[in-house]
């Protein structure tokens, strides 16, 4: 399928052949969950920790005889019977990652990016440079795409410097390489601005 290049005055100034392997892919909904699922999981930092009876700060002496005290049985000041004592069970360091085979990762960005494209919310540009990193100039930009005030994902290269420094300011813009491209992301933004030499990679990669 063919889909028109713009350029940043919105003017179409060519158009790309686009693989329908990749960007007309059925989606399942159960594949992109399970690749949605896995991507939050591993953004997780895992660092909770809690202090078991063997890690708290302190002496192992028995604090008074077994008997004749009068006192209830007491084996150590760590026990979690005692104030400032271990905690049972507490949470420890682990890592939340999920293993997603390769082939279903991109088989789920296959299909998501099928559904933008069908929604008509994929443009393409000719080039993404722009002359300054001036986000007032950039946002009149997007304006003039039609995509103003809406949550937009920029998927060009990471070399586009005056890009990335007009846009890191922006909570609804993200701006991503083409190999970094990944499913969470674009089903969190509802549009998509890539260059053709970005779509041109990621046909290829996900061919």
Excluded: C
Aim: hydrophobic content about 40%; glycine content about 6%; charged content about 25%.
């Amino acid at each position: 399928m063919k889909i028109d290049v713009r350029n940043w005055d919105n003017e179409v100034v060519g158009s790309v052949e686009l693989p329908d392997h990749v960007f007309a892919h059925e989606v399942s909904d159960h594949l992109v969950w399970e690749v949605v699922n896995a991507y939050l999981a591993s953004r997780r930092r895992g660092t909770h920790h809690a202090k078991d009876r063997s890690q708290v700060t302190g002496s192992r002496i028995k604090p008074w005889k077994q008997k004749h005290t009068g006192r209830a049985r007491a084996g150590a000041k760590q026990s979690p019977l005692w104030r400032s004592g271990g905690t049972v069970h507490g949470p420890q360091p682990r890592s939340y990652a999920k293993k997603v085979n390769r082939k279903a990762r991109r088989a789920a960005l296959r299909g998501v990016l099928s559904q933008r494209l069908a929604e008509g919310r994929l443009v393409v540009l000719e080039s993404m440079q722009i002359d300054e990193p001036r986000t007032k100039d950039f946002l009149r930009h997007l304006a003039t795409l039609g995509v103003g005030g809406e949550k937009v994902l920029l998927v060009d290269g990471l070399d586009n410097l005056n890009l990335h420094l007009a846009s890191r300011n922006r909570p609804e813009l993200t701006m991503l390489d083409a190999t970094s491209l990944n499913v969470y992301e674009v089903l969190n933004h509802r549009w998509i601005v890539a260059s053709e030499p970005a779509v041109r990679s990621l046909a290829e990669v996900l061919s």
